[in-house]
């Protein structure tokens, strides 16, 4: 039975920078994510003047409830959107001048539901270029804090950005929330937050934040859950194979390990036990309909192995998908017609019938997603390639090498 070793979660890396900079003392996170995403949060910690000490198994980070130690700073937030969104809201809560600048990909990703929301709670922010993306500017002078309405139906890292914010403002939040998706995320943020000395309370769509600050403390970073659904499908597409993903079960924090309930609807043994996860192929792949609007970053893994099921496979409810690092929606319809299989697509739907794809070069647009989810189709279609199979290093360097291990594991 292979025991997969999946790098630490990035949702929860990022969240744990967030925290640990924002604690009184310094924070020790276990185990966290390496990669282009994490280490260029971390990089844009140390911009704004944070320490953070960095070995192989842990982090340390020096908290400055007051915000950043230099009052002037350009940061390049890479690709990653966490970092792109939640640093914004980090140092608005300080005293200072601070620009932003991001990749091209992360240029073209939204963000004005956010700022808006930032603005509306009176920070001085400006869009350089193109209204609601990067480049932009914070002229931080601290948050009062108060009410503020948020649509956070393209992303929840908007949500989490301001829960984040909350207890840095003089006088807390009062956040109403108009539209949710990924609502599994947020609940990772809310746990966080608890472990970290704060605790929010909840009303409907109202979220309350107490202010007083975080206290620092060492925090453990599970393995990432989005990036084991790739190994999960693995085991379910192959008769007889078995993978286990240690510190990975019952008391996960993140919603993506849904997935494979997605897995065991369609003839998947799965068991989610206390200490980890494991899924095994039974030779039998269903076709099926299924919402994955909160657990959309799946959402490409299942395309890929769906035309391997035994009737159509209908995606819905992940409109959110096309602001991703691309639109996945269409980057997937797109590989698996180069790949012979018939597909067809709405606003925010997808349906897969089922073939036997020939071999083809995977368009990736750069997104870690589609290779790794296509690395999978992969396991039984001989002569798959992608124009830019580095882009994995966004979250998991290395992926390949993981992934040919696995193959030999399971004699695919």
């Known amino acids: 039975m292979p025991a997969v070793a999946i790098p630490g979660s990035k949702s929860i890396t990022a969240r744990a920078l967030f925290l640990a900079a924002a604690a009184d003392g310094v924070t020790t996170l276990v185990r966290p994510l390496r990669s282009d995403d994490t280490e ?15 070995t192989p198994d842990a982090w340390q980070v020096d908290g400055r409830p007051q915000g950043p130690a230099v009052t002037e700073a350009d940061v390049y937030c890479r690709d990653g959107a966490t970092t792109a969104r939640f640093l914004p809201a980090l140092v608005a809560a300080g005293h200072g001048t601070y620009r932003f600048d991001a990749s091209p990909q992360m240029r073209r990703r939204p963000l004005g539901p956010l700022t808006r929301a930032l603005r509306d709670l ?5 869009h350089e270029e193109a209204e609601g993306h990067h480049p932009l500017t914070v002229r931080a002078v601290g948050v009062e804090g108060g009410e503020v309405t948020l649509d956070a139906g393209q992303s929840s890292q908007y949500l989490t950005a ?16 108009t539209d949710l998706v990924s609502a599994p995320y947020v609940e990772i943020t809310l746990a966080m937050m608890r472990a970290f000395g704060v605790e929010v309370a909840r009303e409907g769509d109202v979220f309350l ?11 453990p970073i599970e393995p990432d859950a ?7 499908a ?7 194979a078995e993978v286990t993903v240690p510190g990975l079960g019952a008391g996960a924090l993140q919603g993506d390990l849904g997935f494979v309930d997605v897995l065991r609807r369609m003839g998947a043994d799965v068991n989610v036990g206390a200490e980890g996860t494991t899924v095994r192929g039974t030779g039998t792949l269903r076709g099926l309909t299924v919402a994955m609007r909160d657990i959309s970053d799946t959402m490409p893994t299942l395309a890929a192995i769906a035309p391997f099921a035994s009737g159509p496979v209908r995606i819905e409810d992940v409109a959110n998908t096309r602001v991703k690092e691309c639109d996945r929606l269409d980057a997937c319809a797109e590989n698996l017609r180069r790949l012979g299989i018939g597909v067809s697509t709405g606003p ?27 690395a999978v189709t992969g396991l039984r279609t001989p002569g798959i390639s992608f124009d830019d199979p580095g882009c994995v290093r966004k979250t998991f360097p290395g992926f390949h090498e993981a992934f040919a291990e696995l193959r030999r594991d399971i004699g695919c």
């Open 162 to 177: 301001l829960l984040l914010l909350g207890p840095l403002t003089r006088t807390g939040l009062r956040i109403t929330v």
């Open 226 to 232: 989005s990036t084991a659904s790739y190994f999960f």
């Open 122 to 126: 009176g920070v001085d922010l400006r």
């Open 348 to 374: 925010d739907w997808i349906e897969i019938h089922p073939g036997t794809p020939a071999a083809a070069r995977i368009k990736t647009h750069g997104d870690h997603r589609v290779v790794m989810s296509f």
């Open 209 to 219: 934040v107490p202010p007083g600050g975080y206290r620092a403390t060492t925090y």
């Open 40 to 54: 260029g949060f971390a990089e844009g910690l140390v911009r704004l003047g944070y320490r953070v000490g960095r």
């Open 234 to 240: 693995a085991a379910a597409l192959t008769p007889g």
